[in-house]
């Protein structure tokens, strides 16, 4: 599908996947039904940590839709996430509410990795379609979109405390029914566009962005101020079903955009459609991205007898920048340094994601959904700001975007220190620190990847990044945090069986200074890949705003 930027359809696909992305955060749910989930499954800490992997496992193993992307539209896509969730949450809802009992633990296993993969579907189709749409603004559209991930779980909390009234299986049944229904309403909407390279940098459009960004902003501190009041004052229900609408209403208000263009610029399609018509088909058949127009390059046929003439020198392989087959990809420094780095940051930080119920319950705290709203407010502040901050720098000053992740990476060593240390006072301050350092890296890596190898097989490579999550989610929370949890517990409850509860700072003090250590490493890796791709940035951005190079070479 081919059309303008301006038009509706590219921005109608970003306000439907505001809400397919806030459904992908699925798997941000976990700390909500983990304590119920061990106590009906009586299962001790390892066995509920290694639930959590499967989780995360689930949620981040796309790469066959990674695949699939540049195969098929999205439709199909959402369509297998709709399927994935409905089967999978729906099986842990029925051993948690004890309908079926005897399920075996690794059918539950498999039933979690089937859910959470769904979130792996919708996020891959969403972010690769978004992403070739607005190709200029990545990291915008990446911070945005990550963005509303980040929300999902304070909409989660929010419909959990108030509408479900803290029961965890009516929230896998609504998880099970949900996601689907959303699926279903959405698919018709996202679709890919071709847009005009020459207006994405229009006043108009970065005002678009901006009140969308504003939009998920003021839905943010909503959220967290609804969770705050109900937890402080214990709101009525009345009260409390209208602040769901409420959250519902913030929810539609990226439409406004695809609103106000219907309303307000009619006249300017119809002359648009106007012009259509008399375009060339070589004018209507512009690449993706193109140079700008005050460059001069050859022609095909002149590139043709060049190459005859010995005068091009056509390149063995692409370089950093161009578009790279996966293969091509997975032989350069660059991607494993990027890989390794996305990996400390996300592999720890999903650890104490996982975790955060037994941690808030260690720390003696009664209510531990206020710290996963907190959590999901910040990781959603530092997706969004990540993304903004990030794109401003690159464009202004040609800084390279893993700088960031050096930056958070440092403040995520303090965050883990405060934790060991294992004073309450601090225990929000360092959950809001990690929270918003978390939800950076998630906003660098996408556009990052996307620049340094391109988007042709984007979104194979964004999901082969994504494995890092899961991967430290297995070593550092399943084999290390839940062994020395329950060892723990073990040692203050002798003889009281495998589901006893933890309490106190050395329930977690070792596995926060390992995870310091973990980011400590991961600094020092981002300030060699910030220094090795420094001169890709100032060739792609050497003019302010995103420049494709060439692949060929004249000489």
Known sequence: MKVKVGTRPPWIGLAAAAWVEVAAGSAYCFPLYSHAAKTAL??????????????????????????????????????????????????????????????????????????????????????????????????????????????????????????????????????????????????????????????????????????????????????????????????????????????????????????????WRKKRELECLDRLVDWSSEEISKPLITTSSSAIYASDEDILLAEGEGAIIK??????????????????????????VYFLGVGSGVTVLNNLAQIGIAAGTEDTTILLSLFSFCNFVGRLGGGAVSEHFVRSRMLPRPIWMTLTQIIMVISYLLFASGMHATLYTSTALLGICYGVQFS???????????????????????????????LFSGLLAGYIYDKEASRQYPGFGSSISCFGPNCFRVTFLVLAGLCTLGTVLSVVLTVRIRPVYQMLYASGSFRHPRSTSIH
């Open 444 to 474: 660098v890596m996408v556009p990052t990847t996307s620049e340094l190898f391109g988007l042709k097989h984007f979104g194979m490579m964004y999901n082969f990044m994504l494995l890092g999550n899961p991967l430290g989610a297995f």
């Open 42 to 263: 009586g299962i001790d800490q390892r066995g509920l940590t290694m639930l959590g992997v499967a989780n995360d496992i689930g949620e981040n193993f796309g790469l066959v839709p990674g695949v699939l992307c540049n195969r098929l539209p999205p439709w199909p896509v959402l369509t297998v996430a709709a399927v994935l969730s409905f089967v999978g949450y729906g099986i842990m809802w029925l051993a948690v509410s004890k309908i079926v009992v005897g399920i075996p633990y690794w059918v539950l296993w498999i039933a979690l990795c089937i859910a959470t993969n769904s979130s792996a579907w919708l996020g891959t189709g969403i972010l690769v379609t978004n992403m070739r749409n607005f190709p200029l603004s990545r990291g915008t559209v990446a911070g945005i979109l990550k963005g509303y991930v980040g929300l999902s779980a304070a909409v989660y909390t929010e419909v959990y405390t108030g509408v479900l009234h803290n029961s965890s299986t009516h929230l896998l049944l609504s998880l099970s029914l949900g996601i689907p229904a959303v699926c279903l309403l959405s698919m018709y909407f996202v679709r890919p566009c071709t847009p005009s390279v020459e207006e994405e940098n229009s006043s108009e459009e970065r005002c678009h962005f901006l009140f969308t960004q504003l939009a998920s902003v003021i839905l943010g501190v909503y959220l967290l101020v609804s969770t705050v009041l109900d937890d402080v004052l214990g709101l009525s229900t009345s009260v409390t079903y209208a602040l769901f609408g409420g959250m519902v209403l913030l929810l539609f208000a990226p439409l406004a955009i695809p609103v106000k263009m219907t309303l």
């Open 315 to 340: 390149k063995k392989g692409p370089r950093r920048g161009e578009d790279f087959e996966f293969c091509e990809a997975l032989i350069k420094a660059d991607f494993w340094l990027l890989f390794m």
